[in-house]
């Protein structure tokens, strides 16, 4: 007899299959760990530490990036075993292990034996050996042996059953590299960039002034001296291209070996303009970050959020992971140390949760006993006992064994997002406009997350897909191409909400000024043009329309000659006030804000605020402000998960402001209007 499947049998069928179907690592509840080195410490307390873990609820550990002199302490001799003990100890306990590859830190005998491989930098720098990421990422020899030891390590290890993954090098940046080979491949990037042709590169880069145009590419000269901003904002992406490809080489050597099951990742550094996170990433499966923040009263979640907003999209595909982040207090001096007051390490594990991460692990397990980092502190103290952090640790590793399904995996669709330009954070530097940081990224973040405006941070240097967003966000544009201000013109005529700060547009790809009016491509979209700007005295004041208290201008301001934009504020002052410094224009469909000055951390919210209500953005989440802030997203089993943090030493209550659900902490039933009550340092997460 024929048996006729249901459409729900068939389904089911179809997901039991998928599941049966071998495919890369996938979470069923976040990873919560620690980065573990058995190696670093004075006696052997393996057994030891295992036991601590599992009594704590520690799920991973990250293990073998920083020691390649063990896997290799003489050149062509081999040490596995020591690592063999741990993974399968780990194994036997339950714990999962993320291997890294150790070519960040070389081992003696290559420096001694190759001093060649080790960096010259273009401000006149020799690195010397005695610390890490002190090498030429291009030098043969090096490379050489980085691909024999992943080789090795990987023949070796990749069958083991407790690795899930693998991290390829660590925190790579190229850090002044400038070696003659360095050099060399920057010359031929540029040629084949250029196609051979000197009388454009000339012609671009400005080079007849001061004499320095160049005739035959033997004369193509050096970074050392170089003043050019055309230049210099080359040799930023030269590094980047240079930290993209080392990556994707070590990527391709690993795939080579690696199982189906097993993923690839880096641990990307939050001074985001050091690398191009897309590119780097192009061939591994879950990206990850490293982020450090100040804790006790300077917590705030900001700088967790900006990193999560930023590692989401460079993956369209999978979570982000955690592989550094604050125990207790960090430096690499004892000068500074600022460890969690009680709920803040729990608080903040569940604020990486929030953002869309699938696993948190901190550095490292055990504080260390020597070296550079002696006062960056694990979860364990230098005693290595159970400590009030490690009891903390404990409790978030219990509640995620509880509840960690319905969290993981979460996905997240802001309608907002920040514009973000490498090329620009640069080239501000190289022409600084006032004191400090000069591309205010985070500013503008703070704006929106301190109001609950959830967004994607958007690499846009290559790429720009602007589909799914309502509004932008963009920090100064100072370097792009027509085509990319093009598309936000169109944005905005089509019916997007931008909300854009002073410089934008005003240099080309080359980093060379327009020769046009300013702000050039988006002069339609912006409605107004400008010649001039100034910087500003202190203690001037905005007027305006807008209901802000903090109505100071600082720092910049451009003469804004309006077309069709009407003004929003003006510098209240015998000659600034002849222009205004903040306007908005109607364009097409949508509006375009412009920011012609520095204004207050409360102005540019308002602004924000003005540009979201006309697109109906996070309308609920607005109703509260820091310090309650609040996260949602969607789990695997297709609901609602929000979020709610109490960032401060104070007890906060609100009205449960969505639909109805479960407290997943507690389990009590919500319903729209009931009180929520948060501790000070803590969370409610509710489940609708």
């Known amino acids: 007899m024929k048996r006729i499947l249901t ?33 670093y410490t004075p006696t052997d307390r393996l057994d030891e530490d295992i036991r601590l873990m599992k009594a704590a609820g520690l799920t991973v550990v990250r ?21 063999d003990r741990i993974l399968d100890k780990m194994h036997a306990a339950g714990i999962k292990v993320i291997l890294g590859t150790p070519t960040y830190s070389i081992p003696a005998w290559m420096a001694a034996a190759h001093p060649e491989v080790l960096s010259q930098t273009w401000d006149g720098q020799q690195s010397h050996y005695g610390i890490r990421q002190n090498m030429d990422l291009l030098n043969p020899v090096y490379r050489f042996y980085c691909e024999r030891i992943i080789r090795r390590m990987m023949e070796h290890f990749a069958q083991h059953p407790a690795v899930i993954g693998y991290q390829v090098d660590n925190e790579v940046e190229a850090r002044k590299i400038d070696n003659r080979d360095y050099f060399e491949g920057f010359r031929d990037y540029i040629r084949m960039e250029f196609k051979g042709d000197l009388k454009e590169l000339n012609r671009r880069w400005g080079l007849n002034y001061w004499g320095m145009n160049i005739n035959t590419w033997d004369e193509f000269y050096d970074r050392p001296g170089v003043t050019n901003p055309s230049y210099k904002v080359w040799w930023e992406r030269w590094d980047r291209k240079v930290t993209a490809d080392f990556l994707n080489w070590q990527v391709d050597i690993v795939n080579e070996y690696k199982r189906p099951d097993q993923f690839v990742t ?33 917590q705030d979640g900001a700088d967790i959020a900006y990193a999560s907003d930023f590692m989401r999209p460079v993956s369209k595909r999978h979570n982000f992971l ?44 055990a504080t260390l006993h020597y070296g550079q980092e002696t006062y960056w502190r694990g979860l364990l103290g230098h005693d290595g006992q159970p400590n009030r952090v490690y009891a903390e640790f404990a409790k978030g590793a219990k509640e995620l064994e509880r509840i960690g399904s319905r969290l993981v995996n979460l996905r997240k669709h802001p309608r907002a997002a920040l514009l973000f330009s490498h090329d620009s954070r640069y080239a501000l530097d190289f022409m600084p406009y006032t004191q400090g940081d000069q591309y205010k990224d985070r500013l503008l973040h703070a704006a929106l997350y301190r109001q609950n405006i959830e967004c994607d941070i958007l690499s846009v240097d290559k790429v720009q897909d602007f589909s799914g967003y309502d509004l932008l966000v963009v920090p100064p544009l100072y370097v792009a191409t027509d085509a990319l201000l093009e598309k936000i013109a169109a944005f905005v005529e089509q019916g997007g909400e931008v909300v854009m700060l002073y410089k934008s547009g005003y240099t080309d790809s080359d980093n060379a000024v327009r020769p046009v009016l300013a702000p050039g491509p988006l002069a339609a979209a912006c409605g107004f043009t400008y010649q001039e700007y100034s910087s500003l005295p202190p203690g001037l004041t905005l007027d305006t329309e807008l209901p802000v208290e903090d109505r100071s201008a600082t720092a910049w301001m451009e003469f804004l000659q309006l077309t069709t934009a009407r003004p929003l504020a003006t510098v209240r002052h015998g000659f600034f006030g002849q222009w205004p410094c903040i306007t908005e224009n109607a ?35 607005r109703g ?20 709610f943090f109490n960032y401060s030493d104070g007890t906060q209550t609100l009205a449960y402001p969505y639909a109805s659900g479960r407290s997943l902490l507690d389990g009590r039933r919500v319903r729209r209007g009931d009180t929520l009550t948060i501790g000070p340092w803590d969370l409610v997460i509710c489940e609708e």
Request: aromatic share 16%.
């Open 7 to 39: 459409l729900s049998a068939v389904l089911l069928l179809s997901l039991q299959m998928q599941a049966q179907t071998p495919g890369v690592y996938a979470f069923d509840k976040p990873l919560y760990g620690a980065a573990y080195y058995s190696e």
């Open 63 to 83: 293990v073998g990036e920083s020691t390649w002199s063990l896997f290799e302490p003489q050149d062509g001799v081999f040490e596995f075993a020591w690592m």
């Open 266 to 298: 880096h641990c990307f550094m939050p001074n985001f303009s050091a690398i191009d996170q897309v590119e780097a990433f192009r061939q591994m499966e879950y990206p990850a970050i490293n982020v450090y923040y100040t804790m006790q009263d300077r």
């Open 322 to 365: 955690v592989t550094e982040t604050n125990a207790q207090g960090t430096g690499w001096n004892s000068r500074d140390q600022w460890p969690p007051y009680d709920g803040q390490l729990r608080q903040n594990m569940y604020s990486f949760l929030a953002g869309g991460a699938n696993m948190v692990e901190y550095w490292h397990w």
């Open 587 to 621: 364009y097409g469909k949508g509006h375009l804000i412009y920011v012609g000055t520095l204004p207050s951390q409360e102005m540019l919210e308002a602004l924000i605020a003005r540009a979201a209500d006309r697109k109906g953005l996070a309308t609920v989440e």
């Open 624 to 643: 509260f402000h820091f310090p309650l802030i609040l996260r949602s997203g969607t789990n695997d089993a297709g609901r609602t998960v929000h979020y």
